[in-house]
């Protein structure tokens, strides 16, 4: 049954007593959207209203982050109730989180109105106020909601900027001080005290905030973005082209760096990075945003990206952000629409048409993904990323040959190989072994190896392989042991040492690793066949008909199921073997 057909049974079926203890079972995630709201509408046109249907529909809408349905369904409920104040909070949270900001400012304004001191109510009806030019009347809303740490983040940095916007520089700086109390928001009131300086155009004390942020976070990019736009206004380009030079060997080809650099070069007069109080309004809520998604906070970080584009609608770096976070919330069709936001002459388009290749394949939309970045390789025919991209898609896909083949051409592609470039080689070296091209795969291997010779996963795959194939031998368990410990927590590695050491006829240390695989990854059938074999071998022949049985209960591939079948049937041959038909875990992809 559909999600639609779930909530117009429930709508059309309960009463108020099933909603007052419905209220206990359901609570709100402030996240994504699934069907069209226009759809719902039609879905839902002849239904009657239920006051307590359409409230308990929208928050399990809500409880499974679907945010357009929850609207739809708390809109539903308004219509009968329009001052419950319990429903206005729940309807305005949602459309928040739907990005739907016309209605979210509207309803925002109606929870105030009905004596609810909400935080993120009063930060909506403050930043309306902002761009109404309406700051004093912002700046009460912004000390109302400061509560909490991320409430005194948040009030503080929108405090200052509505402060800029009246002009008045020590009381925007002053309304950032408090922020220095916690260490983790220095960096942020150093970074704005920065922005607000600059804007307001006091460049000398501008250019000290500047500095102070970026010696305590040089690596930010955003700083350096913003320090460097600084310097370039100030036409100390040369000092602005270091700086991005200095990012660069960190990071890369990063666009937005690259395009800043080119600019530099140029000396091409830079818009001001956050000169208007609501594009600095829009900067703090990214960059609280970005902290909030590093630290896996998806849905109020998804909250604070789409206030950051109410106030900045067009920001390439915020619709990358929010495409990012639907995307980690495997919202993957959401993810699509954010990313294809991107403005088509900003440097973060490539980045976003590749994103949309990966969405789409993630929602086996192969072909559709495979057009879309053999377009990417068509408009940038010298840049060897979307060919990647391609190629390990393929490979996903156990397309191996066409793999290679988008591999090599990146390769082509490539001047001096660097340690960044191991990858490539090693992801062709995969694809080459899997066709049946040894020779190569194993040139592979030992370039990406050389690019980088500490790279777990290459020395497993490559030392697996060479005892499969009984070549090198020392040298080859030598580099498994390494690969366990540099990553002794992965299990795919810590099997292929078990399983080598089985292939070389050591069947008690190969039982003893693979019982510390299957540990590390219990749920996978091949790592617990693998010790079905060995247990087998050492004469625990009990424990290896559980683990094959566990292995088939695990859903294993067809080819191996058959032989795991066999196996609970008969046992394994009297005759130790040298080498196993099925996939060895440690090489998996």
Do not use: C
């Amino acid at each position: 049954m559909s999600f639609v057909q779930n909530m117009k049974t429930m709508i059309t079926s309960l009463g108020t007593t099933t909603l007052l203890l419905g209220i206990l079972a359901f609570s709100l995630g402030y996240a994504t959207v699934s069907p069209a709201r226009a759809q719902l509408h039609v879905e839902f046109d002849d239904m009657p209203l239920s006051l307590s249907g359409n409230y308990l529909a929208g928050r399990y809408a809500g409880s499974v982050r679907d945010a357009d349905s929850a609207a739809d369904f708390y809109a539903r409920t308004l219509l009968v109730d329009p001052d419950n104040a319990n429903i206005v909070e729940q309807a305005f949270l949602v459309e928040l989180s739907a990005g739907n900001m016309e209605r979210a400012v509207e309803l925002a304004n109606k929870v105030l109105e009905l004596g609810r001191n909400n935080r993120m109510a009063l930060y909506i009806s403050g930043l309306d106020d902002v761009l109404s030019k309406r700051f004093t009347k912002s700046i009460e809303k912004f000390d109302r909601a400061s509560r909490g740490q991320i409430g005194k983040l948040t009030s503080g940095l929108l405090s200052a900027w509505a402060y800029k916007g009246k002009g008045d520089l020590d009381a925007a700086l002053k309304a950032l001080a408090p922020l220095a109390k916690t260490q983790s928001f220095v960096i942020f009131k150093t970074y704005h005290s920065a922005l607000v300086t600059d804007a307001l155009g006091a460049t000398g004390k501008a250019e000290e905030y500047y500095q102070s942020a970026f010696r305590g976070k040089g690596v930010s990019l955003r700083i350096t973005l913003a320090y460097g736009n600084f310097l370039e206004r100030q036409k100390k380009h040369k000092k602005a082209i270091q700086i991005y030079d200095d990012f660069l060997k960190r990071v890369p080809d990063h666009p937005l760096i690259a395009e800043a650099r080119d600019r530099a070069l140029n000396a091409t007069p830079p818009v001001h990075f956050a000169q208007p109080a609501k594009h600095g309004a829009a900067e703090a809520m990214f960059g609280i945003a970005s902290a909030l998604s590093q630290d896996r906070s998806y849905d109020l970080a998804l909250v604070y990206t789409q206030i950051a584009l109410y106030l900045k609608p067009n920001s390439p770096s915020a619709w990358t952000l929010l495409g990012d976070i639907h995307e980690d919330l495997k919202k993957y069709g959401l993810a699509l629409t954010s990313y294809d936001q991107v403005p088509a002459q900003s440097r973060l388009r490539k980045n976003a048409d590749m994103r949309i290749a990966a969405n789409l394949d993630r929602m086996d939309q192969t072909e559709d993904a495979v057009k879309k970045l053999t377009t990417v390789t068509a408009a940038y025919p010298k840049d060897y990323e979307p060919l990647l991209v391609l190629g390990n898609l393929l490979r996903g896909r156990s397309k191996f040959k066409k793999a290679a083949e988008a591999y090599s051409s990146a390769i082509d592609l490539i001047g001096a190989k660097t340690r960044r470039h191991w990858s490539i080689y090693y992801f062709r070296g995969i694809s080459y072994e899997r066709t049946k091209q040894w020779e190569k795969a194993e040139a592979d291997l030992i370039k990406a190896l050389e690019l980088e010779p500490n790279q777990h996963l290459v020395l497993n795959y490559l030392g697996y392989s060479w005892v499969e194939k009984n070549l090198h031998l020392d040298r080859a368990m030598d580099m498994i042991r390494r690969a366990v410990k540099l990553s002794p927590k992965d299990g795919y590695i810590v099997d292929s040492l078990g399983w080598a050491h089985y292939h070389l006829g050591n069947y008690e240390s190969a039982a003893k690793s693979l019982e510390r695989a299957v540990s590390l990854k219990p749920d996978d059938p091949v790592i617990n066949d693998h010790l079905g074999d060995a247990y087998w071998r050492v004469g625990r022949k009990l424990e290896a008909r559980f683990q094959w049985q566990h292995a088939h209960d695990l859903k294993p591939e067809p080819e191996n199921l058959i032989k795991i079948k066999l196996k609970l049937k008969n046992g394994l041959e009297d005759i130790p073997i040298t080498k196993e038909a099925s996939q060895p875990a440690g090489k998996k992809i």
